[in-house]
């Protein structure tokens, strides 16, 4: 069961463009939506968060938009730096994470 | 200190042996976290330590044996492990477990089981 929706799978963007992720979920009583950034052979690592009562949150490069009544947010890179390609994960949190399927984005030179 | 030290990087085995993965946290955290992820796919939680008691089991074979001998330290202990164990092993911190607060994962184990 697959409580949080992530797309793309795979994102390709030249350098200086705007990388976009969105996510869904279901479970309304999610409380905490936190964006996790993985390199190859490294941990995920937080990247940014935002409780559902905000509806954005920027921080540098990176915003999370949310939108409570349609139960998705999504994660905007602006400006897309080679140094940014990495998988993406959203998440969603009652207790515990809950994953989405990552995307995998490449910012080419 | 931020950081979660686990170590072997790397590590092989054969169907039969016993091995363990160590975990190291720091940070003054009172939870601690094993999950597993393979290629290509998010981490999937497998065991949950809430000051030094196992809190979470999600249904882990039992071929896989957690212990936290204090509060810095994880291990996993494994035994008869199957091909299909083959993954990344990754271990994450936390202040607290029974509220949500930020996971510090560290850079996992990757186990290959021949």
């Known amino acids: 069961q697959q409580q949080v929706k992530q797309s793309p799978q795979s994102l390709i963007v030249q350098k200086g463009g705007i990388s976009i992720i969105n996510c869904a979920y279901e479970?309304?009583?999610?409380?905490?939506f936190p964006w996790y950034q993985q390199f190859p052979g490294k941990g995920p690592a937080l990247l940014i968060a935002i409780r559902p009562d905000v509806s954005e949150k920027k921080e540098g490069r990176f915003t999370i938009s949310f939108n409570k009544s349609a139960k998705q947010f999504s994660l905007h890179i602006m400006d897309s730096q080679p140094g940014d390609s990495a998988t993406y994960f959203c998440?969603?949190?009652?207790?515990?994470?809950?994953f989405g399927e990552g995307t995998q984005l490449t910012v080419n030179p | 200190d931020t950081e979660v030290t686990q170590t072997p990087k790397h590590l092989v085995m054969g169907m039969t042996n016993k091995k363990s993965l160590k975990c190291e946290q720091h940070?003054?955290?009172?939870?601690m976290y094993w999950y597993k992820q393979k290629a290509k796919k998010p981490p999937e939680l497998m065991f949950v330590y809430s000051y030094e008691k196992l809190s979470i089991n999600e249904s882990v074979p039992s071929r896989f044996s957690p212990e936290c001998p204090n509060s810095s330290l994880l291990n996993l202990h494994l035994h008869a492990l199957q091909p299909e164990d083959s993954a990344l092993y990754l271990c994450a911190s936390s202040s607290r477990a029974v509220v949500y607060n930020e996971q510090f994962f560290g850079p996992g184990t990757r186990l290959t089981v021949l």
């Open positions: 998440a969603a949190v009652r207790t515990r994470l809950t």
């Open positions: 479970n309304t009583a999610f409380d905490y």
């Open positions: 940070m003054g955290h009172r939870a």
